[in-house]
C-alpha cells in the first residue's frame, strides 16, 4: 500500500478500537489508546494509536490531533521506562508498505532495548503469549502518570 489511499474501518487497529478484536490494552485517555504489540521486536513492544483518527499514516494525521497523540506516545514511554528499566527506547513509525509499514491506521512503536539484546525483526517475529502480554501491560499501565 502507498503513501495513498483511502482509510479502511476493517483494518486490525480499528478492530481493537471497537472492541470487535482483543488487545492486551495498557492505557487509554481522550485521545490516544496504548496496547501491546501482539508480534513484539522486543519485551515491552508498546503501540500508540490514535482514537479518533482515520489517518493511515503520518502525513494523513491532522496536526491537532497529532499534538495530542505524540504527548501520549510520551507519556507511554515514560511509562515503558520505569515499569522495564532498559538501557534504551526506540519511538518509530512507518509509513507506507516499502517502508515497513503493515496495519493502515497510524501509529507509534514504543521498543524497549537491552544491551547486548538484538532488535527482533520488524514484522518477522513469533507470536507473543498473550498471558505474558497482559502481565506486561499492567506492569506499564501501574506506571502511567
Ligand atoms: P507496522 O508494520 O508499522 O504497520 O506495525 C504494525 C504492528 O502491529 C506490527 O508490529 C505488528 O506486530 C502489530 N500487530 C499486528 N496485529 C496486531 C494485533 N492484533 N494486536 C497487536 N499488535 C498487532
Known amino acids: ?32 489508546l496504548a496496547f501491546m504489540d501482539v508480534f513484539p521486536q522486543s519485551r515491552g513492544h508498546t503501540l500508540v494509536i490514535p482514537k479518533h483518527s482515520v489517518a493511515r499514516n503520518l502525513l494523513d494525521e491532522d496536526p491537532g490531533v497529532l499534538a495530542n497523540v505524540i504527548l501520549g506516545v ?34 507509534f512503536h514504543i521498543i524497549p532495548r537491552w544491551e547486548g539484546v538484538a532488535l527482533g525483526r520488524h514484522g518477522a517475529g513469533g507470536m507473543a503469549d498473550p498471558g505474558e502480554l497482559k502481565v506486561l501491560a499492567a506492569e506499564i499501565a501501574a506506571k502511567i502518570s
Not at 10 to 19: E, H, T, Y
Not at 94 to 106: D, I, K, R
Open 1 to 32: 500500500m502507498s503513501l495513498d489511499g483511502t482509510y479502511d474501518d476493517g483494518n486490525i487497529f480499528a478492530k481493537i478500537l471497537r472492541g470487535e478484536a482483543p488487545a492486551a490494552r495498557v492505557f487509554e485517555d481522550d485521545h490516544v
Open 74 to 107: 510520551q507519556r507511554v514511554t515514560r511509562a515503558v521506562r520505569a515499569a522495564l528499566n532498559p538501557d534504551g527506547i526506540v519511538v518509530t513509525q512507518f509509513n507506507g508498505a516499502p517502508a515497513g509499514q503493515t496495519v493502515y491506521h497510524l501509529h
